[in-house]
């Protein structure tokens, strides 16, 4: 299976590792001919304005078609940030695809990022993990690395919150998009989301 990781900023190669340790090919998406040859796409934390302004309008244009089409998509932190319909702390474009608002760095500034063990699985992600071929019985908590993080404020009906942090959702599932709003490919914890994003392609859970 081919997973796209959106390499233009960020941490993607640390995404990269991930998925080619679970055995699936990276390819690295830069450009609409390489977001045609991918079966779900990686969007990395990073810096989400500096993203925008290395994403030019034909691309920005493809990336939201090819979402809109049902492209699989896990986004991460920056990559949430970019598909929210509403941005705040400050306001700022975004593709407009998730149901969502989020206020940006509401976890603290670098200096303050955090990980924890406190994630708990709703009631919506344990139904998701058993359509991934997950056994969600006796499942601990989450880990959860928190770097200049986004808070979820507010989701739509569409929206499935699947982890929440003392209340507040920090992943959420909308069709084809599972949106965090941590960084999964700096965890050491046990529980591998990249794996359960490549199941939710192979299994067809979007």
């Not at 997973?3 to 190669?13: K, W």
């Not at 959420?172 to 199941?199: K, T, W, Y």
């Amino acid at each position: 299976m081919n997973i796209g990781v959106l390499a233009l900023q960020g941490d993607f190669e640390a995404h990269a590792k991930r998925i080619r340790q679970i055995g699936h090919q990276v390819i690295y998406v830069r450009t609409e001919a390489e977001l045609r040859q991918i079966h779900g796409l990686v969007m990395p934390g990073g810096e989400s304005t500096a993203m925008l302004r290395l994403l030019n309008t034909p691309m920005k244009n493809a990336l939201a078609r090819a979402i809109g089409d049902g492209l699989p998509v896990l986004a991460t932190c920056a990559g949430l940030i970019l598909l929210a319909k509403r941005v705040r702390n400050p306001s700022q474009e975004s593709l407009d695809i998730l149901d969502i608002e989020v206020v940006r760095n509401a976890y603290g500034r670098q200096s303050e990022s955090f990980v924890t063990t406190e994630l708990e699985w709703t009631s919506d992600g344990r139904c998701f993990l058993e359509s991934c071929r997950f056994d969600s019985r006796n499942l601990p908590n989450a880990e959860g690395v928190f770097i200049r993080a986004p808070r979820i404020s507010q989701t739509g009906q569409a929206v499935e919150t699947l982890l929440v942090f003392k209340g507040t959702p920090v992943m959420i599932r909308q069709a084809n998009v599972i949106g965090l709003a941590f960084h999964p490919e700096l965890s050491n914890g046990e529980f591998d989301l990249h794996q359960l994003f490549c199941n939710q392609i192979g299994f067809g859970s979007h």
